[in-house]
Protein backbone atom coordinates (compact mmCIF):
# COMPACT_ATOMS: atom_id res chain seq x y z
CA UNK A 1 0.00 0.00 0.00
CA UNK A 2 1.11 3.30 -0.84
CA UNK A 3 1.22 6.03 1.32
CA UNK A 4 0.46 10.21 0.69
CA UNK A 5 3.26 11.60 -1.18
CA UNK A 6 3.79 15.32 -2.22
CA UNK A 7 6.17 16.99 -4.53
CA UNK A 8 7.99 18.78 -4.41
CA UNK A 9 10.08 18.20 -0.80
CA UNK A 10 11.88 21.78 -1.03
CA UNK A 11 11.15 25.35 -2.75
CA UNK A 12 11.71 28.96 -3.00
CA UNK A 13 10.20 31.49 -4.67
CA UNK A 14 9.69 35.30 -4.48
CA UNK A 15 7.16 37.64 -3.38
CA UNK A 16 4.15 38.16 -5.95
CA UNK A 17 5.09 34.54 -7.32
CA UNK A 18 2.75 31.85 -7.93
CA UNK A 19 3.16 28.11 -6.49
CA UNK A 20 1.66 24.73 -7.66
CA UNK A 21 2.26 22.02 -4.93
CA UNK A 22 1.20 18.40 -5.62
CA UNK A 23 -0.42 15.87 -3.62
CA UNK A 24 -1.03 11.99 -3.98
CA UNK A 25 -3.13 10.45 -2.18
CA UNK A 26 -3.44 6.59 -0.37
CA UNK A 27 -4.24 4.30 -2.50
CA UNK A 28 -8.29 4.03 -1.79
CA UNK A 29 -8.29 7.04 -0.22
CA UNK A 30 -10.85 10.29 -1.89
CA UNK A 31 -10.48 12.62 0.19
CA UNK A 32 -7.68 14.90 0.12
CA UNK A 33 -6.93 18.06 2.79
CA UNK A 34 -4.06 21.06 2.82
CA UNK A 35 -2.76 21.94 6.03
CA UNK A 36 -0.69 24.63 6.31
CA UNK A 37 2.55 24.40 9.08
CA UNK A 38 3.99 27.98 10.23
CA UNK A 39 7.77 27.41 12.16
CA UNK A 40 6.79 26.82 15.39
CA UNK A 41 3.05 26.24 14.95
CA UNK A 42 0.73 23.56 14.81
CA UNK A 43 -0.56 23.01 11.22
CA UNK A 44 -3.76 24.62 10.07
CA UNK A 45 -6.56 23.69 7.40
CA UNK A 46 -6.66 25.22 4.44
CA UNK A 47 -9.31 23.41 2.61
CA UNK A 48 -10.48 19.58 2.03
CA UNK A 49 -11.29 18.19 -1.52
CA UNK A 50 -13.86 15.29 -2.02
CA UNK A 51 -15.29 14.09 -5.69
CA UNK A 52 -12.82 16.39 -7.24
CA UNK A 53 -14.80 19.28 -5.36
CA UNK A 54 -13.81 21.96 -2.68
CA UNK A 55 -16.14 20.22 0.70
CA UNK A 56 -14.80 22.47 3.17
CA UNK A 57 -12.50 25.21 3.40
CA UNK A 58 -10.73 27.14 6.91
CA UNK A 59 -9.71 30.83 7.18
CA UNK A 60 -7.68 31.63 4.29
CA UNK A 61 -7.76 33.89 1.30
CA UNK A 62 -9.60 32.85 -2.39
CA UNK A 63 -5.65 33.07 -3.55
CA UNK A 64 -4.95 29.74 -2.23
CA UNK A 65 -6.84 27.23 -4.45
CA UNK A 66 -6.78 23.82 -5.34
CA UNK A 67 -7.60 21.07 -7.58
CA UNK A 68 -8.84 17.40 -7.17
CA UNK A 69 -8.06 15.37 -10.22
CA UNK A 70 -9.95 11.81 -11.17
CA UNK A 71 -7.29 9.57 -9.58
CA UNK A 72 -7.80 11.24 -6.11
CA UNK A 73 -4.26 13.44 -6.67
CA UNK A 74 -5.01 17.27 -5.89
CA UNK A 75 -2.96 20.36 -6.38
CA UNK A 76 -2.15 23.25 -3.99
CA UNK A 77 -2.28 26.58 -5.68
CA UNK A 78 -1.00 29.84 -4.17
CA UNK A 79 -0.84 33.50 -6.16
CA UNK A 80 0.61 36.29 -5.28
CA UNK A 81 2.69 34.87 -2.61
CA UNK A 82 3.63 36.74 0.36
CA UNK A 83 6.60 36.61 3.02
CA UNK A 84 3.84 34.70 5.34
CA UNK A 85 3.11 32.02 3.09
CA UNK A 86 6.89 30.04 3.43
CA UNK A 87 5.60 27.12 5.66
CA UNK A 88 5.52 23.18 5.53
CA UNK A 89 2.82 22.69 3.65
CA UNK A 90 1.19 19.08 4.40
CA UNK A 91 -1.14 17.12 2.36
CA UNK A 92 -3.59 14.75 4.53
CA UNK A 93 -5.64 11.66 2.35
CA UNK A 94 -8.59 9.84 3.81
CA UNK A 95 -11.81 8.06 2.69
CA UNK A 96 -15.06 9.71 2.87
CA UNK A 97 -17.98 7.48 2.92
CA UNK A 98 -20.69 6.18 4.85
CA UNK A 99 -20.13 4.87 8.26
CA UNK A 100 -17.10 5.60 10.45
CA UNK A 101 -14.72 8.22 10.88
CA UNK A 102 -12.41 9.08 8.06
CA UNK A 103 -8.89 9.15 9.72
CA UNK A 104 -6.82 11.28 7.20
CA UNK A 105 -3.32 10.11 6.82
CA UNK A 106 -0.31 13.01 6.05
CA UNK A 107 2.17 12.97 3.59
CA UNK A 108 5.65 14.25 4.63
CA UNK A 109 4.93 17.97 3.34
CA UNK A 110 6.17 20.47 1.28
CA UNK A 111 8.71 22.87 2.09
CA UNK A 112 7.97 26.42 0.82
CA UNK A 113 10.09 29.20 1.17
CA UNK A 114 9.19 32.84 -0.23
CA UNK A 115 11.86 35.55 -0.74
CA UNK B 1 -14.12 29.99 19.43
CA UNK B 2 -13.16 26.63 19.56
CA UNK B 3 -9.37 26.09 20.35
CA UNK B 4 -6.86 23.71 21.22
CA UNK B 5 -4.16 24.17 24.09
CA UNK B 6 -1.10 22.61 24.71
CA UNK B 7 -0.11 24.74 27.64
CA UNK B 8 4.00 23.31 27.40
CA UNK B 9 6.05 24.71 24.53
CA UNK B 10 9.08 22.91 25.61
CA UNK B 11 9.44 19.75 28.19
CA UNK B 12 12.50 18.05 28.59
CA UNK B 13 12.69 14.21 30.40
CA UNK B 14 15.38 11.75 31.27
CA UNK B 15 15.41 8.84 29.46
CA UNK B 16 13.40 6.09 30.94
CA UNK B 17 11.37 8.41 33.35
CA UNK B 18 7.62 8.82 32.80
CA UNK B 19 5.98 11.43 30.11
CA UNK B 20 2.60 13.32 30.40
CA UNK B 21 2.23 15.77 27.40
CA UNK B 22 -0.90 18.49 28.34
CA UNK B 23 -3.74 19.26 25.87
CA UNK B 24 -6.94 21.10 26.42
CA UNK B 25 -9.77 21.84 24.30
CA UNK B 26 -12.46 24.17 24.08
CA UNK B 27 -15.63 22.72 22.40
CA UNK B 28 -19.46 22.95 22.70
CA UNK B 29 -19.48 19.63 22.87
CA UNK B 30 -17.17 16.18 22.89
CA UNK B 31 -15.04 16.36 19.52
CA UNK B 32 -13.35 13.49 18.14
CA UNK B 33 -9.42 13.82 19.47
CA UNK B 34 -6.03 12.99 18.38
CA UNK B 35 -2.60 12.98 19.21
CA UNK B 36 0.57 13.08 16.56
CA UNK B 37 3.89 12.73 16.39
CA UNK B 38 6.31 14.94 13.91
CA UNK B 39 9.65 14.10 13.79
CA UNK B 40 12.07 16.88 12.11
CA UNK B 41 11.59 17.05 8.10
CA UNK B 42 8.56 14.55 8.50
CA UNK B 43 4.94 14.18 7.63
CA UNK B 44 2.26 13.73 11.17
CA UNK B 45 2.35 10.28 12.37
CA UNK B 46 -1.15 9.07 14.43
CA UNK B 47 0.17 8.00 18.01
CA UNK B 48 -4.22 7.42 19.20
CA UNK B 49 -7.36 8.48 18.66
CA UNK B 50 -10.70 8.88 21.07
CA UNK B 51 -14.06 8.78 19.69
CA UNK B 52 -15.82 7.07 22.50
CA UNK B 53 -15.93 4.57 25.22
CA UNK B 54 -13.10 4.01 27.25
CA UNK B 55 -11.87 7.27 28.48
CA UNK B 56 -7.83 5.31 28.81
CA UNK B 57 -6.67 5.37 25.25
CA UNK B 58 -4.01 3.16 24.05
CA UNK B 59 -1.75 4.11 21.13
CA UNK B 60 1.39 2.71 19.17
CA UNK B 61 4.74 2.94 20.83
CA UNK B 62 3.58 2.45 24.27
CA UNK B 63 1.41 5.95 24.17
CA UNK B 64 -2.20 5.91 26.15
CA UNK B 65 -3.92 9.65 26.37
CA UNK B 66 -7.06 9.78 28.95
CA UNK B 67 -9.99 11.62 28.38
CA UNK B 68 -11.24 13.33 30.86
CA UNK B 69 -14.66 15.24 30.07
CA UNK B 70 -15.08 17.27 33.43
CA UNK B 71 -11.34 19.18 32.12
CA UNK B 72 -11.69 19.14 28.94
CA UNK B 73 -8.55 17.65 28.82
CA UNK B 74 -6.62 14.73 26.51
CA UNK B 75 -3.36 14.22 28.49
CA UNK B 76 -1.20 12.17 26.40
CA UNK B 77 1.22 9.79 28.63
CA UNK B 78 4.26 7.30 28.51
CA UNK B 79 5.57 5.16 31.44
CA UNK B 80 9.30 5.23 30.37
CA UNK B 81 10.54 7.54 27.28
CA UNK B 82 13.14 6.56 24.85
CA UNK B 83 15.56 9.11 22.89
CA UNK B 84 13.83 8.04 19.78
CA UNK B 85 10.84 10.12 21.51
CA UNK B 86 12.25 13.21 20.87
CA UNK B 87 9.93 14.70 18.36
CA UNK B 88 7.37 17.85 18.22
CA UNK B 89 3.55 16.42 19.54
CA UNK B 90 0.36 17.74 18.29
CA UNK B 91 -2.69 17.44 20.14
CA UNK B 92 -5.77 17.71 17.77
CA UNK B 93 -9.41 17.68 17.64
CA UNK B 94 -12.52 17.15 14.98
CA UNK B 95 -15.39 18.66 15.83
CA UNK B 96 -18.35 15.91 15.47
CA UNK B 97 -20.94 17.89 13.69
CA UNK B 98 -18.50 17.91 10.50
CA UNK B 99 -19.56 14.44 10.33
CA UNK B 100 -17.08 13.99 7.34
CA UNK B 101 -14.06 16.28 8.85
CA UNK B 102 -14.82 18.90 6.36
CA UNK B 103 -13.90 21.77 8.67
CA UNK B 104 -10.04 19.91 8.94
CA UNK B 105 -8.77 18.81 12.05
CA UNK B 106 -7.80 22.25 14.29
CA UNK B 107 -4.25 21.59 15.85
CA UNK B 108 -2.24 22.97 18.98
CA UNK B 109 0.89 24.73 19.07
CA UNK B 110 2.49 21.68 19.63
CA UNK B 111 5.23 20.19 22.83
CA UNK B 112 8.61 20.01 21.63
CA UNK B 113 9.88 17.09 23.52
CA UNK B 114 13.61 16.46 24.78
CA UNK B 115 15.09 13.50 26.04
CA UNK B 116 18.03 13.65 28.34
CA UNK B 117 20.14 10.96 28.40
Known amino acids: ETGVTQSPTHLIKTRGQQVTLRCSSQ?????VSWYQQALGQGPQFIFQ???????GRGNFPPRFSGLQFPNYSSELNVNALELDDSALYLC??????????????FGPGTRLTVL | AQSVTQPDIHITVSEGASLELRCNYS??????LFWYVQSPGQGLQLLLK??????LVQGIKGFEAEFKRSQSSFNLRKPSVHWSDAAEYFC???????????????FGKGTHLIIQP
Open chain 1, 92 to 105: ASSYLGTGDYNEQF
Open chain 1, 27 to 31: SGHNT
Open chain 1, 49 to 55: YYREEEN
Open chain 2, 27 to 32: YGATPY
Open chain 2, 50 to 55: YFSGDT
Open chain 2, 92 to 106: AVDPRDSGGGADGLT
